[in-house]
């Protein structure tokens, strides 16, 4: 079980003294807890006894508060400080030895400044406190493709969730003993001081430092730190990709499964999509869908010279608002149990509650407070539920396939009130990756800053490509090689408004009328029609029985507007240029070659 160690001067406690690794991983330790100065030092080794210990403590000093066992068994609310509900894109940094690697595309500090910055902030900072040290995983504890990483982290709350997002503890552990290397996370919750709060990654010597927030990607180092900003820097030493990408598995009335990949910026819909529920009629006629994942892909070229995936997380970090029976049923029967939920208000009977759940009225809002209309939202619009992968009902039998999943199509998409038709399909691999290069998105309330900001987002990577993005383009195109059998690349817009505002397209389950079309393509099967920007289907080429449309609806959701498209194409050049000279020529070219077919 858990080894809890009390020190003056804390020593962690010795592990097995002849494996490297883990003399590795004890200094490291020792290092930080002399840094750092905590009362104790706890190895977490993921058992259930220690997970009932840590509720316990944190049900004691209130960061945990009880949810109604009735209704919701095991199920924890936790309200953060109210300062800390976000990633915080402005204070993340990519800290390499040259600025040009880091890119445009990040904020850059020098090492040796980072860390003299950070280890200032670390000083004492767990004085009083518990250190909790945690192994993970990330992807199948027995998958070729998984890497591992350990988080030192002081809050409980942290731990818990690391419990649920990954493969935590023994098992981890296990396997950073018999490997060559393992990320090292180090975080504190500090002061939670939003002036004195840096999240700060080291990609040469596989190190992220985060301290200030205790809130999602800030600090469940092994989410978006390690699987993305670390992953993405070694993936392109070592010939993969490491993406903000759901995995979904379509299987047709045949019994055929066609997985597809695809990237939205934060809180534009890859949770809805990655467990969607067919519309009555697919269903009726044998249509399943199935998660393997709804926020990381790691995936690779296989012997075969199909991309092949895993999903390196066990659980879902996922939005709350909006989520209900009728959007995502799915998510909402993952969440009946075992669930920690942040930021959302509660029932009378203490319920959780958000936005988009139901008619009912919350009797308390995000901060604990008296619930009062005039005071809304009552959740938090980036509040979350963590919950495992494994109470999906929809969870892939394949999800933890140590091979991964292969995968047939790869989609871009964003929040886009204009312009964008519901889906287009790009020519070839380059042309695809110009597609991801070009992306842009309206802002969400998944990072603190400004709601409703169309901008650029390559392939959804913007805020945690651990690298120059002239580098990532190249990187992508590169897979582009004899041999290969690269997936069909798509673009999507789930959210073009009509006049009235209002979102044209259902979305949620019918946008497997998309998917469905997208496999026809691959498979040669369906129709479409060339335009400058790609394959468009018209309107008939969908199965939209049983769907209404405006005519309104009809007409933007499949059209190709060509003025339109000249001045986004200008938007894009615009972008694009400000990767200078190192943006890979093939993109430049293909982005110039559009432009001027767009001229006509
Ligand atoms: P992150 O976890 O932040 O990466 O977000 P995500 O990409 O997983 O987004 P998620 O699926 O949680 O959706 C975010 C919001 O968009 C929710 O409020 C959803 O209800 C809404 N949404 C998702 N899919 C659709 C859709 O097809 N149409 C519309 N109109 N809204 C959608
Ligand atoms: C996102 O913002 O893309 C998320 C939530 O998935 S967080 O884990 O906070 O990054
Ligand atoms: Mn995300």
Known sequence: STSTEHFGKPV????????????????????????????????????????????????????????????????????????DVARVEHLTFVCTGDAETAGPNNHWM??????????????????????????????????????????????????????????????????????????????SIGELDPERRFIMHFPEELLIKSYGSGYGGNALLGKKCHALRIASYQARQEGWLAEHMLIVGIENPQGETHYIAAAFPSACGKTNLAMLIPPESYRRAGWKVWTVGDDICWMRPGADGRLWAINPEAGYFGVAPGTSAKSNPNALASIQRDTIFTNV??????????????????????????????????????????????????????????????????????????????????RDWT????????????????????VGVMRRDPMAMKPFCGYNFADYFAHWLSFDKPG??????????????????????????????????????????????????????????????????????????????????????????????????RLPSALLVEQKNIAATLRG
């Open 12 to 83: 962690p406690q010795p592990l097995a003294a002849e494996a490297s690794q883990l003399d590795a991983l004890n200094q490291w330790v020792m290092e930080v807890a002399r840094l750092t100065e905590p009362a104790r030092i706890q190895w977490c080794d993921g058992s259930d006894s220690e997970h009932d210990e840590l509720v316990e403590l944190m049900q004691d000093d209130g960061t945990l508060l009880p949810l109604n066992p009735d209704t919701h068994p095991n199920s924890w609310l936790h309200l953060s400080d109210p300062d």
């Open 110 to 187: 020098a090492p040796d400044e980072a860390h003299a910055k950070m280890d200032a902030l670390f000083a004492g900072c767990m004085r009083g406190r518990t250190m909790y040290v945690v192994p993970y995983c990330m992807g199948p504890i027995d998958s070729p493709l998984a890497r591992c990483g350990v988080e030192v982290t002081d809050s409980p709350y942290v731990v818990a969730n690391m419990r649920i997002m990954t493969r935590m503890g023994a098992a981890a552990l296990a396997r950073i003993e018999r490997e060559g290397s393992f990320v090292r996370g180090l975080h």
């Open 345 to 426: 208000a509660t029932t009378a009977d203490r319920q959780p509650w958000w936005e988009g759940l139901d008619d009912r009225v919350p009797a308390k809002d995000w901060q604990g407070r008296d619930y009062d209309r005039n005071n809304s939202p009552a959740a938090h619009p980036n509040s979350r539920f963590t919950v495992s992968a494994k109470q999906c009902p929809s969870y892939s039998p394949h999800a933890e396939d140590p091979q991964g999943v292969p995968i047939s199509a790869i989609v871009f998409g964003g929040r886009r009130a204009s312009l964008v038709p519901l889906v287009f399909e790009a």
């Open 431 to 450: 042309h695809g990756v110009l597609v991801g290069a070009s992306m842009g998105s309206e802002t969400t309330a998944a990072a603190t800053g400004a």
């Open 484 to 581: 290969a059998k690269l997936p069909k690349i798509f673009h999507v817009n789930w959210f073009r408004k009509g006049d009235d505002g209002q979102f044209l397209w259902p979305g949620f389950g019918d946008n497997l009328r998309v998917l469905e079309w997208m496999i026809g393509r691959v498979k040669g099967e369906a129709r479409a029609v060339d335009t400058p920007i790609g394959a468009l289907p018209k309107a008939d080429d969908l199965n939209l029985e049983g769907v209404e449309l405006t005519p309104e609806a009809q007409d933007k959701l499949f059209a190709f507007e060509r003025e339109g498209w000249l001045r986004e194409f200008d938007g894009i050049a615009g972008y694009l240029n400000e990767y200078g000279g």
